[in-house]
């Protein structure tokens, strides 16, 4: 009987290489299939985006511990934009409740390559106001603020479309519930070492509808969840709500109050030159290469 161990054990394995070899490969190519679909769809929720989108919200942020605790907000802004083909325009309203510090009243707008933010209420060496120009690959990008790319699931640098193209991104495709929806986890590790991950939902039209950003892998860092989707006019679901949580900094909460899409805009909302500058204000000319 010992003697046909070996030969029993090389039944079972060959047996196992037969059923589990295809059912890996199946799930192989389901994710693929996945993975063409949702890069589909935010490919084209993107291009409907940048057609045209005008957007009104209400941002209000909260100071926010290491451990996920939210106190108070602390400021509110009230801001309206528009967003067309990679450029954007925005404008933030002063508000009832603003603090000593905060910045109201703010004016920004980009060509696609540089930017021009406008802070009126400063006065810093005793001008009107404060005009900082720059190449947004320099500056601190204001997208990062805005609600245009927010409602497509950028987060600063991170944007959802790219993560498909990654070597290094991995598409789960079991699926999960989140915030409600169906969502198909794709987990990039970065060649820093940090690891992202964001849940795609089909049904929203691929839309993320939670991202999260990991520090060296073990520490979660940013979460952003995406709800209350809405399907626009031209056939694209969008999210009316955006909560952001940078633990150990502040979390803000980002709600719609207003969203067109496929919306003429004015090009010269998206001019960025010195004499678009009011008289008497502090210039910062940040640009590269002048």
Not at 82 to 103: F, H, I, M, Q, W
Request: charged share 25%.
């Amino acid at each position: 009987m010992a003697a046909n161990r070996p030969t029993s054990r090389f039944l079972i394995a060959a047996l196992a290489v037969l059923v589990v070899g295809p059912l890996a490969l199946g799930q192989s190519a389901n994710a693929e299939k996945i993975r063409a679909e949702l890069l589909k769809a935010v490919t084209a929720n993107k291009a409907e985006v940048e057609r045209g989108t005008r957007v009104a919200w209400e941002l209000r942020k909260h100071p926010m511990a290491s451990d996920g605790r939210k106190n108070e907000y602390t400021s509110r802004e009230l801001c309206s934009g528009v967003y067309s083909d990679s450029r954007y325009a925005y404008k933030v309203y002063p508000t009832e409740d603003a603090l000593n510090g905060d910045v109201y009243d703010v004016d920004g707008r980009s060509d696609g390559s540089t930017t021009l933010t406008i802070k009126p209420n400063r006065t810093d060496e005793g001008g009107r106001g404060l005009a900082v120009i720059g190449d947004a690959a320099e500056m601190c990008n204001p997208w990062d603020e805005r609600a245009h790319l927010l409602l497509l699931g950028y987060e600063h640098s991170f944007a959802p479309d790219e993560v498909f193209h990654s070597d290094t991104a991995v598409l789960s495709p079991q699926g999960e519930k989140v915030n409600g929806y169906d969502a198909y986890l794709v987990t990039d590790t970065t060649p820093y070492g940090y690891v992202l991950k964001y849940w795609f939902a089909p049904e929203v039209s691929g839309n993320p509808v939670r991202l999260e950003f990991w520090a060296n892998g073990a520490t979660l860092a940013r979460k952003v969840d995406y709800s209350d989707f809405q399907r626009q006019s031209n056939g694209v679901w969008l999210p009316m709500r955006v909560e952001r949580q940078h633990y150990g900094v502040f979390a803000d909460v980002l709600t719609v109050k207003d969203l067109q899409v496929q919306q003429a805009v004015d090009e010269s909302l998206f001019e960025v030159d010195l004499d678009s500058i009011p008289d008497g204000y502090v210039v910062e000319d940040m640009r590269s290469g002048l």
